[in-house]
């Protein structure tokens, strides 16, 4: 088949920021200017949960030159960051961060992981990252909505 008009594509990639093990980050860095030597024009990343990697991998991104988004899932509860940090590859989440839902209502829990969503904005901000991508928590996309309201404030 043929298009009847030119196309003007951007060339998107994954990256992830929260590999673990030897390589760590400079390991993703590594796959990621592969990416960009075959065309990559932007990349987006797996949801950050820990401040440091995200501040990590923000640095590690201006050095590489491309724009990127930083993927940004609200955690709604201890059950929701276990599953997550478990079994979603890619996805890591800091103990201490899934210590947080510990013994919470379902409403405080939501709460809580709005907080920490709009303390990860915040570090994305101060460390010059302005796109996000969102990812509504188990069809809950009042809190998604939620956060897009805090970041175009910021």
Known sequence: ATLEKPTDFAIGVAVNPNVTGARGLDGA???LRKKIAAGAQFAE???IY???????????MKSAGL?????QMPIVSKRNADFFHNEVPGVKIPQEVRNRFEG??????????????KELVDVAFEEGIRCF??????????????????????
């Open 50 to 60: 820990d401040a440091q990697i995200l501040r990590n991998f923000a640095r590690a």
């Open 104 to 117: 919470l209502s379902k409403a405080d829990g939501e709460q809580v992981g709005m907080r920490i969503a």
């Open 29 to 31: 860095m590594f796959k």
């Open 67 to 71: 724009p990127v988004c930083v993927g």
């Open 45 to 47: 990343s797996q949801p």
């Open 133 to 154: 991508y969102l990812i509504p928590p188990l069809r809950r996309f009042e809190l998604a909505a939620e956060l897009i309201t805090y970041i175009k404030k910021r």
